[in-house]
């Protein structure tokens, strides 16, 4: 098993027996070197410094109806909002003075916010703050629309795949959706240059072995700048809320799994993860991960973009999470930086 993870961190890849092995015969001593290998890797390219994120999400409409997502469609409890163009641009300010340099517009696929509105929306951000990349996280779009995007200014966009296999795809999202279409918009979004984030959900229901080396596989494939994973977390009101929730030993081993996979990879410490457990953000930076992504959306609207049940930080203030999180990550020897945090291309 050592061998295995050995031969993650000198040669990037395995076979998808090897992960089939590696993901199966685990022993919490294995677990614990491949994190420690990770934590070490992760101090290699970024040092101590860990990026920061400002979220906002900016609207909770989406036409899509994942089974496992909180603000699917058919979810009459969800109490709907957007925030305009004005309360983006304050969420913007109040995180800029608190040494955010990277903006996460977040949203569920809501056809209100047109291409048109989008452009001019990212337009004015980045003619506010030239000094800061803009990332996007509004799901699955047309190769134009991609582009206006990128034309517009965004730089990064986060797609997760949720899951590289379809037949486990088809078990978390009805009909309408496929997985191949997922997978071709973060091959586009690639392609028209930008910095790419892809990523899963740890222990979504019906989740095996065999579908989190199609992950690995792929993740590897496509060579993503950004990897998103977090554990599944029921909510109440969706087809999935009796199905248990993924783990956090699992979430830091594949953490660890994927600084070694992907050495120079910005792997968040995702909110999820500080859920299922009150340290684990801490714990998923010393397993790799060197990015974390507190909320600055308007404390008047964070309980309604509930993913899943008991999300963390909904009645924090921005300037409370921000100083909370530099706290946390000074406490495990790690500083917070006023740094676009863009990818890194090579070893330092
Ligand atoms: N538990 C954990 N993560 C979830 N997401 C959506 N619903 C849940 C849930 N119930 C994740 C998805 C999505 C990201 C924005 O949030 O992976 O891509
Ligand atoms: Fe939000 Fe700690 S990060 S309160």
Redesign the pocket.
Same mark, same amino acid.
């Given at each position: 098993m050592k061998k295995l993870i050995d031969k993650l961190h000198q040669e990037q890849i395995l076979s998808a027996e090897e992960f089939r092995t590696l993901l199966t015969d685990r022993s919490e001593e294995t677990d614990l070197y491949a994190r420690e290998l990770a934590d070490q890797v992760r101090q290699q390219v970024y040092g101590n410094q860990i990026y920061v994120r400002g979220l906002i999400e900016f609207t909770n409409y989406c036409k899509n109806d994942?089974y496992?997502?909180?603000i699917r469609r058919s979810n009459r409890n969800a109490q709907r909002y957007r925030l305009t163009e004005e309360d983006i641009l304050a969420c913007c300010k109040e995180g800029y003075e608190l040494g955010f340099r990277t903006f996460v517009l977040?949203g569920g696929e809501d056809g209100y916010y047109t291409d048109e509105k989008l452009t001019a929306l990212i337009r004015k951000i980045k003619e506010v703050y030239p000094d800061c990349a803009l990332t996007l996280?509004i799901g699955e779009k047309s190769e134009e629309s991609y582009r206006a995007y990128k034309e517009a200014g965004a730089d990064r966009y986060l797609l997760?795949h949720?899951t590289a296999r379809e037949e486990h795809y088809r078990k978390l999202h009805p009909e309408e959706m496929s997985c191949e279409n997922r997978k071709n918009c973060l091959r586009t979004l690639k392609k028209l240059g930008y910095q790419t984030g892809a990523? %899963?959900?740890v222990g979504s229901p019906y989740q095996t072995i065999d579908d989190l080396v199609e992950d690995f596989l792929f993740l590897k494939e496509l060579d993503p700048e950004m990897v998103?994973i977090?554990?599944?977390?029921?909510?109440q009101d969706?087809p %999935?809320h009796d199905e248990k929730s993924g783990t956090l030993e699992d979430t830091l081993f594949y953490l660890a799994l994927l600084r070694l996979m992907l050495p120079n990879v910005l792997l968040p410490a995702t909110t999820?993860l500080g859920t299922i457990c009150p340290k684990g953000r801490e714990l998923g930076v010393k397993s790799g991960a060197n990015v974390v992504m507190p909320n600055l959306s308007p404390v008047s609207v964070r309980k309604k973009y509930m993913?899943?049940d008991g999300k963390i930080c909904t009645g924090d203030e921005a300037a409370e999470c921000r100083f909370c999180l530099s706290r946390r990550m000074e406490l495990i020897g790690c500083q917070i930086v006023t740094d676009r945090g863009d990818y890194k291309k090579v070893l330092q």
């Open positions: 994942c496992y997502c909180g977040q996280s997760r949720e990523g %899963f959900m998103g977090g554990p599944f977390i029921s909510h969706t %999935f999820a993913l899943y």
